[in-house]
């Protein structure tokens, strides 16, 4: 079985002793589920993958589904979005920057992500292959005051693809550009504010920064204020952690729990990872 050793006080566990490449029966994919859902971020040392095998891997927990962003999609699978900066005869082979701004994955669709797995695949020397930074939304909400806690529950957030923080598409902190059609494809969603965790049932505040802009039944500009001040609180140093990527380490991370910022890679060094991103099994609330 998996041996599951926490990476620090906050959140975050390295998962060792299992080998993705080969298939794995029920009772080691429920001990890396439960050591998710513990620790909200897990990471898997010293793999080696096929684009089949990760796909593989990742149906055990959900349904993939494949990125907007469909230019950078694996070839040999579409639920691969290849994260890169390196060029081919001038040419991006993969997405470059992937949400340098406090977000969770999918919050934009009616029916967000589960979970994202990344596979670390080419990185550069060390000291320059700065992981993704998390931050730990369950235990941001419950530091909260009951007073704070009372007044969110029950709101719901109103969410679009996009950075409420900055929409310059000439800017690398903004969410990856897309096209018309790309565009065309996506709409406003709503999600509440504070999520019950599907599998713990233990309360979060949910993506409370990035896709969320505006909260139903009140002015857009208090709500970006209560949404800011909100961010402010649960991006504090003590809800964060932060690990270098090595090349071969599979990271999975729960995206109802936490926020995360990805970093900003030295275009001049090669940075390649294969990126899965598994659904939830619905909407965050009822129609
Ligand atoms: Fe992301």
Known sequence: MPT?????PVLGAEVTGVDLGKPLDDATVAAIETALDDHLVVVLPGQTLTPAAFTD???RWGRPEPHVIDQFHHPESADILILSNVKHGGKPV???DAGSYFHTDYSYLDVPARCTMLYAIQMP??????????ANQRKAWEDLDPATKKRLEG???R????????LDETTRTVASPLNRDQKAKLDWVRHPVVRTHPRTGRKTLYSISGSSFGIEGMDDAEAVRLLDELKVHATQPKYLYQRPYRVGDVVIWDNCCLLHQ???PDPT???????????DKGPTLAA
């Open 159 to 166: 969410h679009h693809y996009g950075n409420r923080d900055n």
């Open 94 to 96: 993969g997405l470059e």
């Open 155 to 157: 709101l719901v957030g």
């Open 125 to 134: 020397a060390s000291g320059a292959n700065l992981g993704t930074t998390f």
């Open 4 to 8: 599951v050793k926490p990476l620090s």
């Open 57 to 59: 891997f990742a149906r």
């Open 269 to 279: 060094t090669a940075r390649t990872l294969w990126r899965i991103t598994v659904k």
């Open 262 to 264: 990805a970093p900003l």
